[in-house]
Structures are given as structure tokens and as C-alpha cells.
């Protein structure tokens, strides 16, 4: 009776969770976000039980950094079990332009493969009949 009230009272709880690790190289003053969301080139994809780390990238802070999030998932916490790895490296196209304006020398950017349009210190919303958004 007394194993048969153990057993009836167990509960099993499950709880699943992604845990996501993001590494810019070349960080422009360009606000993180934007690269993040931007569109941009795969340059490299892989999913499996286990991946392993980048060790062959041109940019070794990227070979760097995949093995520090791969060891942070693995080892980050003994009682989680991982089902699954995915790693990836994209390409994001950053254009820095520089103009002067009424003797100021100013800064915008030119990202993604849509071709958005970062300007925090655009002089006026409306210039020559168009409208920037």
C-alpha cells in the first residue's frame, strides 16, 4: 500500500526551453538590433544531436565564440538534457556613409540585404518632396 501511494503521487514535469547565444564581429556603431534583425547571407548552417565547434573561420573571434556557446549549452547546467544543436553564421552587409550638413559632418548606414536605412541625426523628416521613415 505504501509503494503503490509513492507511485500515485509522483508527478513527472518537463519543461523545454532554447537557449540562444549571438555574436556580432565587426560591431559598427550601428545599434546591435538592427544587425541582429537585418537580412543577410548563411554563410553556414548546422543542426544535429551535438555540433561542433567552428574551428576553420576566417575570423578567429568566431571560432572563439562558437566554442565558448557550444561549452555554455553542454556544461551550463548538469540537469538539462540538450535534444538538440543548431549553429549558424550569417553575413549582414553594413554600410557606414558619411555627409555634411550645414557644416557637420554626419553618419548613416546602409544595412541588410533590403537595403534599410539607419539615420539618427537626419536633419528633417521631409527633404525634396519625399518622406523618410
Request: with cysteine.
Amino acid at each position: 500500500l505504501l509503494l503503490l501511494l509513492l507511485l500515485a503521487g509522483q508527478q513527472l514535469l518537463e519543461h523545454r526551453s532554447t537557449k540562444k547565444g549571438e555574436h556580432v564581429v565587426e560591431q559598427p556603431t550601428l545599434p546591435s538590433e538592427l544587425i541582429r534583425t537585418a537580412t543577410g547571407t548563411t554563410l553556414l548552417q548546422e543542426e544535429d544531436l551535438r555540433v561542433a565547434p567552428i574551428s576553420d573561420f576566417p575570423a578567429e573571434s568566431v571560432c572563439i565564440k562558437s566554442l565558448e556557446l557550444i561549452n555554455t549549452h553542454v556544461y551550463g547546467n548538469v540537469n538539462e538534457k540538450i535534444l538538440l544543436q543548431r549553429q549558424s553564421i550569417r553575413s549582414v552587409p553594413v554600410h557606414e556613409c558619411s555627409y555634411f550638413y550645414r557644416d557637420q559632418q554626419k553618419v548613416f548606414w546602409v544595412f541588410g540585404l533590403t537595403k534599410m536605412v539607419y539615420a539618427p541625426d537626419y536633419p528633417s523628416r521631409m527633404c525634396c518632396g519625399c518622406s523618410l521613415s
